[in-house]
């Protein structure tokens, strides 16, 4: 069965410091992982998708089959970067999201 | 840019009572989902429709739970009898087709209270 490891419930950074949540996933097929992110009060939305392999407000996420992660990233943390992140896997049979518990991303001054 | 809408915001009910929770998807939408999340745990996949069809459930999907859409615009999820053990936040969500690359696009959420 898949399932998604997001090891960190909070992470607490500074402004301008380097970011990396922490994404590992469990799936014997080729997945398809994305990151979602919400901010306080607001709905779950998109933040990236690897198969855009593009970065959105300067995160980006790289898929490793070897280490089954998809870690996220960003090298100068924003205090607007403050919000949940939950990483989700769709393995396509169903087009079912399978979350991580999330984490909390905490841009401090 | 259009959204999914859910309706409404929180709704608290009696253990054994039903209730119905209502979405209204992305209008040229044709897949759509309902997932749950417990205070505190993962947000977790309830049922995935297309075509009028329900195209997969989960375990917590039981007899309980049924899903519609009465219309060309809304799509339901009810819940018969609840349970205390129901008291969660419901999303809906909804995408354009149903690969497993598209998007989900999630609405804000119901947040249901059983006591």
């Known amino acids: 069965a898949q399932r998604v490891t997001q090891p960190e419930k909070l992470l607490s950074v500074f402004k301008g410091a380097p970011v990396e949540l922490k994404c590992n996933y469990s799936y014997s097929g080729s997945p398809e992982l994305f990151w979602y992110v919400q901010y306080s009060r607001q709905r779950l939305q998109l933040l990236l998708r690897?198969?855009s392999r593009e970065s959105i407000k300067g995160f980006t996420a790289d898929l490793n089959k070897g280490e089954t992660s998809f870690h996220l990233k960003k090298p100068f943390a924003q205090e607007e970067d403050s919000a949940m992140y939950y990483c989700a896997l769709n393995t396509g049979t169903a087009s079912k999201l399978t979350f991580g518990t999330g984490t909390r991303l905490q841009v401090t001054l | 840019e259009p959204e999914v809408t859910q309706t409404p915001s929180h709704q608290v009910t009696q253990m054994g009572q039903e209730v119905i929770l209502r979405c209204v998807p992305i209008?040229?939408?044709?897949?759509f989902y309902w997932y749950r999340q417990i205070l505190g745990q993962k947000v977790e996949f309830l049922v995935s429709?297309?075509?009028?069809?329900?195209?997969?459930k989960s375990e917590i999907f039981d007899d309980q739970f049924s899903v519609e859409r009465p219309d060309g615009s809304n799509f339901t999820l009810k819940i018969r009898s609840t349970k205390l053990e129901d008291s969660a936040m419901y999303f809906c969500?909804?995408?354009?087709?149903?690969?497993?690359?598209?998007?989900?696009?999630f609405g804000p959420g119901t947040r249901l209270t059983v006591l």
């Open positions: 429709f297309y075509n009028n069809e329900i195209s997969e």
């Open positions: 969500a909804s995408s354009d087709a149903g690969a497993s690359t598209d998007t989900q696009y």
């Open positions: 690897h198969i």
């Open positions: 209008s040229n939408h044709l897949y």
